[in-house]
């Protein structure tokens, strides 16, 4: 699976937008990319993931360069709740799931 | 629809005892993976099972071991605890075919 380099953290304003960068330059045709992201003692909780188009669901927004090096997630609203580690994983669909989930990044939720 | 449950919650052994866990997946997941967070070395795979057979496994020793039940539910067995054993160890699940995982409260294992 391709490595993946995130900022170790990032703050941002309650009811503004986060940005969560990813880079994942070594990425190959048929790695997906993918979220997670875990609140203070509670085990990880699954974002969002895509190959190459941007994807949106009730959480979050994923938007993936198009020679997919790079991607952002995005926290259109950011509330006090969003506080998390935030995880950017690449790997191959369907191939189980073994999940590296490295260093990932901090985001602290301001009021 | 209930999540993925663990047991115990919280656990405390002493050197050289032996633990199991248990956890149990959500209705209709097939795929149980375990993980172990420490500070140290954050969240690391441990092995996954699906349909009773192990389909992947990380890099740990062999005192680390699991099985899958004809349910689901899953159990890993620690052998021969060590005070670096200490950790947060977590389960999750997903349906077959699908990477989406779903993860437990985790059980935190404390050795001494």
């Known amino acids: 699976d391709a490595k993946t380099t995130q900022p170790p953290s990032m703050d941002c304003a309650e009811g503004r937008a986060a940005n969560l960068p990813c880079n994942h330059s070594t990425i190959s045709g048929n790695e997906y990319v993918y979220w997670y992201r875990q609140i203070h003692s509670q085990g990880p909780q699954y974002i969002i993931h895509?190959?190459?188009n941007n994807e949106t669901n009730e959480m979050a927004s994923l938007i993936i360069t198009e020679d997919r090096k790079s991607s952002t997630l995005i926290l259109p609203h950011a509330t006090l709740r969003d506080t998390a580690v935030y995880y950017c994983?690449?790997?191959?669909?369907?191939?189980?799931?073994?999940?590296?989930f490295g260093t990932g990044t901090s985001l602290t939720v301001i009021p | 629809k209930a999540g993925v449950t663990q047991t115990p919650r919280y656990l405390i052994k002493t050197r050289g005892q032996q633990v199991t866990l248990s956890c149990s997946p959500i209705s209709g997941h097939r795929s149980v993976s375990w993980y172990q967070q420490t500070p140290g070395q954050g969240l690391q795979f441990l092995f996954e099972y699906f349909s009773e057979t192990q389909r992947n496994k990380g890099n740990f020793p062999g005192r680390f071991s699991g099985r899958q039940f004809s349910n689901s539910r899953s159990e890993m067995n620690v052998s021969t605890l060590e005070l670096g054993d200490s950790a947060l160890y977590l389960c999750?699940?997903?349906?077959?075919?699908?990477?989406?995982?779903?993860f437990g409260p985790g059980t935190r294992l404390t050795v001494t």
């Open positions: 999750a699940s997903s349906k077959e075919g699908v990477n989406e995982q779903y």
């Open positions: 895509g190959l190459k």
């Open positions: 994983i690449v790997r191959v669909a369907d191939t189980g799931n073994q999940f590296y």
